[in-house]
């Protein structure tokens, strides 16, 4: 799995962790914060969500043009700068008023265009990594594990924000609950003043979590110093460089525009995580866990478990007795370590609405090496999946996915109905569930687009073809907000019907265009 890649792979792949771990700790409280803060209702704090998605998302196309012309590494330093600087904004105690506003949407800024020069440049470094033909056979792997790398970031983030939260509100003898006022009566404003300043304290771990990034980029730079070149600049040093006519550049960039086009409605559908399904896990779901099911909100359990996939696969697929021997014992010990803590958790377990955010990501770590055996076996067999293909199956598991939230609301009270109350009586599994099928969904698509882009894109634009890709998941992360805007308009099933509907319609677009894709990029 992990043999045979460059080392240049795994220090980009620990120096994106550390900074999707800061992003997603405090993505993970982005629109509870506001709500706290402002007192601003699902609608609105949804849309200004989603549009800070929309721009986090579509700066990388300005940032992939710039370093197209400057380096991919000048504009990945530079990015991670200024996403330091937004983060520390953010973390600033402000109170809730314009000026407060003023420094939140000034920090958002600038994380949103430092990400623009980070996020799509060093993705771009991963994929001239496998330029190289000794390397090329091994690029769609090589972005499964750089996405993994990703997710562990990301599944450690919502916990982090928990727990800092807990930390917070104990010292002025509060606890987290969803319903302020009910729970605290004439306190409710002391606690939600006081909510807001732990959610602050999750702004500084960005900052933290940055600063190892930034360690590891330059402590390994060497690695993958030489990946750092644009088209220009190969050219004047007269390195090879593919070749393309006229007529084959613009066949690439149109099929990746069509590719573009149509994942637009899958990034609108997925990214509920920190909206929509939020609410969801607010309003409608009991968040007192009980039973087995609470393994999943011990992190560590989490984690332990999906060391434990990596080992279990060492221990069948290493060559040497002693390596199997030695990642057999890890697998028991991490499995055994998983259900110790589980077993040491209250019953039942307080979780927040927060916490579903780590099982996407951890679905994503621990499911990851399925996926790179069951797509190789193929390859193996002369049956290789393209990724165009890929894509389009995964826009109809993402309309199961949403399917099953679909059966868990066919008996709750609409969000118009309820108002401020809560509901709270699904059980967990039921959110799981969901996010476990988007998780296939996002297996399916999210690497394997990236891949197909670093790969297909001309040598003179692949900074701005990555950042064509980022475009696309902007605009959909800017049309997430629709479920939010009608989410105390409309029944919640009508709400998930409109993003199955869109799943399904861009599944059977993609599947009509797989021929047309094939040609343009033979």
Request: contains cysteine; positive net charge; hydrophobic residues 50%.
């Amino acid at each position: 799995m992990f043999q045979g890649q460059p080392k240049g792979l795994f220090a980009l792949a620990l120096a994106n962790t550390g900074e999707r771990f800061g992003y997603y700790t405090m993505l993970a409280i982005f629109t509870l914060f506001m709500q706290a803060k402002f007192g601003w209702d699902e609608s609105v704090a949804g849309n200004v969500y989603a549009i800070f998605l929309a721009v986090v998302y579509f700066s990388p196309l300005f940032g992939g043009m710039i370093a197209d012309k400057i380096g991919y590494g000048k504009c990945v330093s530079i990015g991670m700068a200024i996403m330091f600087l937004g983060y520390l904004a953010l973390a600033i105690p402000t109170g809730a008023n314009n000026t407060g506003m003023y420094v939140m949407f000034g920090g958002l800024a600038l994380v949103s265009l430092g990400t623009g020069l980070f996020k799509g440049n060093l993705q771009v470094l991963v994929g001239n990594l496998f330029d190289a033909p000794e390397y090329s056979a091994k690029r769609d792997a090589a972005f499964s594990l750089f996405y993994m790398a990703i997710n562990i970031g990301a599944m450690f983030a919502p916990a982090m924000a928990s727990y800092i939260t807990n930390q917070y509100l104990s010292r002025f003898g509060f606890e987290y609950t969803a319903d302020a006022a009910a729970t605290y009566g004439d306190r409710a404003g002391e606690y939600l003043e006081t909510l807001y300043g732990a959610y602050g304290l999750c702004f500084g771990v960005a900052c933290a979590s940055l600063i190892l990034s930034a360690i590891i980029y330059f402590a390994c730079r060497s690695w993958f110093r030489h990946a750092d070149v644009t088209a220009k600049q190969a050219k004047a040093a007269a390195a090879p460089v593919e070749e393309l006519t006229p007529k084959q550049t613009r066949d690439r960039i149109i099929a990746l525009l069509l590719v573009f086009a149509v994942v637009i409605f899958f990034w609108m559908a997925f990214h509920q995580n920190g909206s929509a399904l939020t609410f969801f896990a607010k309003k409608y779901t009991d968040l007192s866990v009980t039973g087995p099911i609470r393994i999943g909100f011990n992190i560590f359990s989490l984690a332990l478990l999906a060391v434990a996939v990596y080992t279990g696969f060492a221990t069948f697929q290493s060559k040497a007795m002693k390596n199997r021997v030695i990642c057999g014992i890890i697998t028991v010990l991490c499995v055994a370590g998983a259900i110790g803590l589980y077993l040491g958790m209250a019953d039942p377990y307080n979780a927040q609405p927060s916490d579903f955010q780590q099982f996407n990501p951890f679905f994503v770590v621990a499911l990851t090496p399925f996926s790179m055996v069951f797509f190789g076996a193929l390859a193996n067999k002369g049956k290789e999946v393209s990724a165009p293909t890929r894509i389009a199956w995964g826009m109809l598991v993402a309309a199961l996915g949403f399917g099953v939230i679909t059966l868990a609301s066919t008996d709750l009270i609409s969000p118009k109905d309820l108002g401020d109350g809560t509901q709270g009586i699904l059980s967990p599994s039921w959110l799981i569930s969901t996010y476990f099928t988007l998780t296939l969904a996002e297996l399916l698509l999210s690497p394997m687009g990236i891949s197909f882009v670093s790969k297909v894109a001309p040598p003179k634009y692949k900074g701005m073809m990555m950042g064509g890709w980022f475009v696309a998941t902007a605009i959909g992360n800017y049309l997430s907000s629709i479920p939010s805007m009608l989410w105390n308009k409309i029944p919640l099933m009508a709400n998930w019907g409109i993003l199955i509907a869109l799943c399904l319609i861009s599944a059977v677009v993609m599947f009509a265009l797989l021929k047309k894709l094939k040609q343009m990029t033979a």
